[in-house]
């Protein structure tokens, strides 16, 4: 997994967070920190930027024939990937391999700092529970990233 990061000050409010792919593609998270919501203050507090460069992504079960094409094995795997996305994924967490157990520690208190080495962080995609489950909830610490529910979701077998 590579993820590198780096410590600075007077970055965006510490509950942002800038997430690059290889297609520049980004995602934030709203402002949530003190600073954020107190206006026009200017933060001191060091901010960390990371650059995610891979994820653990659960495994998949595809099952095609060996006449099957080159074409329809990859049209195979995008539909079973699709499939997981549909049914949503949260991400967990991983510091020095282990998930974080409180999602709720600042990035301080993890050990996540200027000093730090970027080899200790990590990040695992997981299938989430059903949509409708207790454990989508707002309060749910995993970011859990879904399709819109008005789009049905094509079942493929995947183990995970």
């Not at 997430?19 to 920190?33: D, E, F």
Request: proline share 8%; charged share 20%; aromatic share 4%.
């Amino acid at each position: 997994m590579g993820v590198e990061y780096e410590c600075v000050d007077g970055g965006p409010p510490a509950g942002a967070a800038k997430l690059r792919s290889a297609k520049s593609a980004s995602v934030a998270s709203s402002p949530t920190s003190r600073s954020a919501r107190s206006g026009a203050r200017k933060s001191v507090e060091p901010h960390v930027k990371l650059s995610i460069k891979s994820f653990t992504v659960p495994e998949l079960f595809v099952d095609l024939p060996e006449t099957a094409s080159v074409a329809s094995l990859k049209r195979a795997v995008m539909d079973a990937a699709m499939s997981l996305l549909g049914g949503g994924l949260r991400v967990r967490v991983l510091m020095q391999g282990k998930k974080v157990p409180d999602e709720g520690a600042t990035l301080a208190q993890m050990g996540i700092s200027q000093n730090a080495k970027a080899e200790s962080l990590g990040f695992m995609l997981e299938p989430s529970p059903a949509l409708t489950s207790s454990f989508a909830t707002v309060e749910d610490p995993l970011l859990v990233l879904s399709r819109a529910a008005n789009q049905p979701a094509p079942r493929y077998a995947r183990v995970g």
